[in-house]
Nanobody, 115 residues
Framework: VQLQASGGGLVQPGGSLRLSCVAS????????MGWYRQAPGKQRELVAG???????NYADSVKGRFTISRDNAKNTVYLQMNSLKPEDTAVYYC??????????WGQGTLVTVSS
């Protein structure tokens, strides 16, 4: 599985960004796609995940501000990020997991929230 993420950039506090990630290759119909992030000096953490069956989960720190969605026909997952805060600054990684324990990562896209 190959993952191509896009949509990062520089945004002011309170602004919005949308990340996209397209999966290609041997994609199982049952899977979970999601976003993780890693800030400087910190461990990578889950931001949001969405299964092919529609089950979502979010980190507490982004609930109410971020929305994950997907287009299964396009094998694409999106992360709409609103009300961005400086503490959201990180490299965001797309993730794909199949039911057999396989996991793949995208190349990462930098999100910087700063005035």
């Amino acid at each position: 599985v190959q993952l191509q993420a896009s949509g990062g950039g520089l945004v002011q506090p309170g602004g919005s960004l949308r990340l996209s990630c397209v999966a290609s290759g041997s994609i199982s119909s049952s899977n979970v796609m999601g976003w993780y992030r890693q800030a400087p000096g910190k461990q990578r953490e889950l931001v949001a995940g969405l299964s092919s069956g529609g089950i979502t989960n979010y980190a507490d720190s982004v609930k109410g501000r971020f929305t994950i969605s997907r287009d299964n026909a396009k094998n694409t997952v999106y992360l709409q990020m609103n009300s961005l805060k400086p503490e959201d600054t990180a490299v965001y990684y797309c993730n794909f997991r199949n039911p057999w324990g396989g996991t793949w990562w995208g190349q990462g896209t930098l999100v910087t929230v700063s005035s």
